[in-house]
């Protein structure tokens, strides 16, 4: 019963900002430790950022979206947020939240996130 449900993405110009949000449905997760992923047709899933439970501290960001990316959270509406900023054409992708380390289970849709030059 448990559902991630991703939104947030869409179509930005290269330098542009954006902010997810990822929605926890069937339980609460304000304990867990909720992580930020994206993945490109035809690639494997990648780590983007991640986040502590009840203290709400960044666990670390991929070296690739460091100094731009922010990862924060709202434990009181079950949510997590991805802000980035200077976007880049290399972040086009689908972007996906769950735990961390992921759970096989709660895998959702993704939001689309397209960044154009």
């Known amino acids: 019963q448990v559902r991630l449900v991703e939104s947030g993405g869409g179509l930005v110009q290269a330098g542009g900002s954006l902010r997810l949000s990822c929605v926890a449905y069937?339980?609460?997760?304000?304990?867990?430790?909720m992580g930020w992923f994206r993945q490109t047709p035809g690639t494997e899933r990648e780590f983007v950022a991640a986040?502590?439970?009840?203290?709400?501290?960044?666990?670390g960001y991929a070296d690739s979206v460091k100094g731009r990316f922010t990862i924060f959270r709202d434990n009181a509406k079950n949510t997590v947020f991805l802000q980035m900023h200077s976007l880049k054409p290399e972040d086009t992708a689908v972007y996906y939240c769950?735990?961390?380390?992921?759970?096989?289970?709660?895998w959702g849709q993704g939001t689309q996130v397209t960044v154009s030059s």
């Open positions: 769950n735990t961390h380390p992921p759970r096989a289970d709660y």
């Open positions: 069937g339980r609460t997760f304000s304990r867990d430790v």
């Open positions: 986040i502590s439970g009840r203290n709400g501290m960044s666990l």
